[in-house]
């Protein structure tokens, strides 16, 4: 996680959404990713969804089964579903996300017995520090929005 941690701060300091992510299969990362969606001006560049690919490339597969995947915040839908379809085998996050938390929170779409694939979670790992980034991104964002009113 602390890898992803990384990640999530490179994110921080390009003002987006502090999220990180990391793919580790047989003890090492083959791939990763943090939230580009400001940068690149789209809604998709997910940390997750960056990192899946970089793995996907360096495997040469679009199955990710043997893998973990460790990210700071718990995943949104679109996210989450691209975690099942690369079949992932665990998922740890970080920190709960009340608005979007598709993986317990408000959707559990990885554990879902309706899908052809599930996924072991572990969420809350390293809570306290994933969500603590979060909250002082989005405190600062809110101080700027304000000095401009």
């Known amino acids: 996680m602390s890898h992803a941690l990384k990640e999530a701060e490179l994110a921080y300091r390009a003002k987006d959404v502090p999220v990180g992510a990391v793919v580790v299969y047989n003890g090492s990362i083959i791939g990763r990713g943090h939230n580009q969606v400001e940068l690149m001006h789209d809604p998709t560049a997910h940390a997750e969804m960056i990192a899946l690919t970089a793995a996907t490339a360096h495997l040469e597969s679009k ?86 009113q």
């Open 63 to 148: 199955w990710l089964k043997d893998c973990i995947f460790y990210v700071t915040m718990e995943p949104c839908p679109m996210c989450a579903g691209a975690i099942v379809l690369s079949r992932i085998a665990t998922l740890v996050f970080g920190c709960y996300d009340p608005k979007m938390g598709a993986c317990g929170t408000l959707y559990a779409i990885p554990e879902d017995k309706r899908l052809n694939h599930r996924v072991h979670v572990i969420g809350g790992v390293l809570d306290r520090e994933c969500g603590g980034l979060v909250k002082e991104f989005f405190a600062k964002k809110r101080t700027a929005t304000a000095a401009q």
